[in-house]
């Protein structure tokens, strides 16, 4: 078995940002269009009225400020609360696969390598654009990439499972190097009319640089100790939208064809199972909490965060310990734990431990223990 490292990260950051003041504006300009509209069904109690929003409650809710987005006109529509893409002929570059290039180019200049040494590519992300040809197929191509590439879905914990799968393609020898890959435009898959999901997602893309130990020229390399992966079944988070949907004759802005969650279960049950997988995941590599040096967490919830690192610490854990990306970013799925990694590593010294964890729809949780490496 080889060592392995991650050797270079990348980031792209969507073009656009939403505030949570204009946010608000905009949806509560749609929640008095839809209730003048339907005043006689929400009189008689058929229908409920659709109550207004405010940044206070975002941020006391979630701790988000703000949020990248791909298309900002589209979602600030009363009228259309959704981005609008232009569509693509089949002959130029997915968005997916755009964004993801972008980020994959970063992580490459900074390992120091080229596409020609990348032999596995995996696209991990919360959704994709379209079920075939792959994205990380197409990625793969765009770059100029050997070797094979495939996608994977495993909600927010795409991303940390995918490394699972490049670190032990690499490990054992099926593979050099590795991208994976998270473009989430989670703008897309939203409920930008339902107030107490509206303010959730934002749009980026990841990328990390996974390869041997013995063979990298990076200067700056992070050893992987161990990786570990959980599921256990859960309808509290949820997205039924699929190819199925047209046979069933549905309409496409039906609710349940977004995402949508039960949000105080989902804080009551993510929140001891992700404390306990680090702790465990800690435990076997002969670990303790109190001896990671940072823990680049989920950006989901703010109050999530400060939960986990209380029950994995003893106390609130401080922005040294364990950094907040989601008051600028907001959610961005899979992404979440990888940008807090790229954003807040450079200060570790050598033999600093650090824990990538991320958790989401399954449930999954999926947990990196790495060390940097001289």
């Known amino acids: 078995m080889h060592p392995v490292v991650i050797s270079g990260s990348g980031l792209w950051v969507a073009p656009e940002v939403i505030g949570n003041e204009e946010l608000v504006l905009a949806f509560n300009a749609y929640a008095r269009r839809f209730n003048e509209e339907n005043a006689a069904a929400i009189a008689a109690g058929t229908l409920a009225a659709v109550p207004e929003s405010s940044a206070d409650f975002i941020e006391k809710a979630s701790g988000i400020k703000r949020r990248h987005v791909i298309d900002k006109a589209g979602v600030l529509d009363p009228q259309r609360m959704r981005p609008k893409f232009a569509p693509r002929p089949d002959d130029a570059l997915s968005l997916q696969a755009e964004i993801g290039v972008a980020a994959a180019r970063e992580a490459l200049a900074s390992a120091g390598r080229s596409a020609a040494d990348i032999d596995l590519v995996i696209c991990a992300a919360s959704n994709m654009q379209r079920p075939y040809p792959a994205m990380a197929v197409e990625i793969q191509g765009a770059l100029g990439a050997g070797g094979y590439a495939f996608d994977m879905n495993v909600a927010c914990s795409s991303a940390t499972f995918g490394l699972e799968q490049a670190i032990n393609a690499v490990k054992t020898g099926s593979a050099r190097a590795a991208l994976v890959i998270s473009p989430e435009i989670c703008s897309a898959h939203l409920a930008w009319q339902d107030r107490d999901c509206h303010f959730i997602f934002g749009d980026v893309c990841t990328a990390l640089l996974v390869e041997r130990a013995d063979t990298a020229v ?157």
């Open 218 to 374: 990076s200067d700056e390399c992070w050893e992987v100790l161990g990786t570990r992966l959980a599921t256990s079944f859960s309808n509290n988070i949820r997205n039924n939208g699929g190819f199925l949907s047209r046979c069933e004759d549905r309409a496409p802005d039906e609710r349940d064809l977004l995402f949508r969650q039960e949000g105080r279960k989902v804080f009551k049950e993510v929140c001891p199972m992700a404390a306990e997988h680090i702790a465990g995941h800690l435990q076997s590599l002969d670990l303790q909490p109190a001896g990671v040096r940072r823990f680049w967490l989920h950006q989901a919830n703010l109050a999530m965060n400060q939960l986990i690192g209380k029950r994995l610490l003893g106390h609130e854990a401080s922005a040294d310990e364990a950094p907040v990306i989601l008051d600028e970013f907001a959610n961005t799925a899979s992404a979440g734990s990888i940008i807090a990694f790229h954003r807040h590593r450079n200060d570790l010294a050598t033999g600093d431990v650090g824990v990538i964890c991320s958790f989401g729809a399954g449930y999954s949780i999926g947990s990196l223990v790495v060390r940097k490496a001289a």
